[in-house]
């Protein structure tokens, strides 16, 4: 089900926000970015997510065109449980190749990642399935099988929102080209049946 751009808020405001047809184009603020103290030692919650309620057993997708050119430029996914848990799951441009991956926050942050050449400019999907205790993420090529990128444990009690999210960290004027926001069903199972 295509969830309508109308009904999220954002957890900060872009740049600017212009719909174009079913598509919606975000330009991300100057140092916009989410992470939380490991390694690098700071706080940044500058992040902008588009959020709508995010329930157990279901499935959120973000589709967006992945020209991220500059270091850090990122795009994909977010989960926000509190200010201290939350998942982003992005393609992210970084030290000259794109890649893909995800944070996971609970206090403090962890970064995976990939490299994902062959996504770069291209019309990629991120997904995020919850069911039972743990999510499960997957990124890839639209209409094409999805990558696992990560399993994580995520059992909650309180509100979860999800959405589409763009951050750029190093620089001003990155603007994403999002085409779609959806629910769906959870996954069936954490690996297909060969």
């Not at 400019?121 to 997957?138: E, I, K, L």
């Not at 999800?162 to 004027?173: E, K, Q, T």
């Amino acid at each position: 089900m295509r969830v309508p751009w109308t009904q999220g808020a954002w957890s900060n405001a872009p740049a600017a926000v212009e719909p174009n047809g079913d598509d919606l184009l975000v330009t991300a603020v100057e140092s916009s970015d989410a992470w939380r103290h490991t390694a690098y030692g700071y706080v940044h919650a500058s992040e902008h997510a588009l959020l709508a309620a995010f329930r157990p057993d279901s499935a959120v997708e973000v589709e967006f065109t992945a020209a991220l050119t500059e270091q850090f430029d990122q795009a994909g996914l977010f989960l926000r449980a509190s200010d201290e848990r939350w998942v982003k799951a992005t393609a992210e441009y970084a030290d000259g190749e794109l890649g893909i991956g995800a944070v996971v926050t609970d206090g403090n942050s962890d970064w995976s990642v990939s490299p994902a050449p062959d996504l770069a400019n291209q019309r990629v999907v991120f997904r995020a399935s919850w069911s039972g205790d743990a999510v499960t993420v997957r990124a890839g090529r639209a209409g094409q099988p999805l990558r696992l990128l990560r399993v994580l444990p995520f059992a909650s009690t309180g509100d979860v929102t999800a959405g589409p999210l763009v951050c750029a960290p190093s620089r001003a004027g990155l603007t994403v080209r999002f085409h779609a926001w959806r629910t769906t069903p959870p996954d069936r199972a954490l690996h297909d049946s060969p």
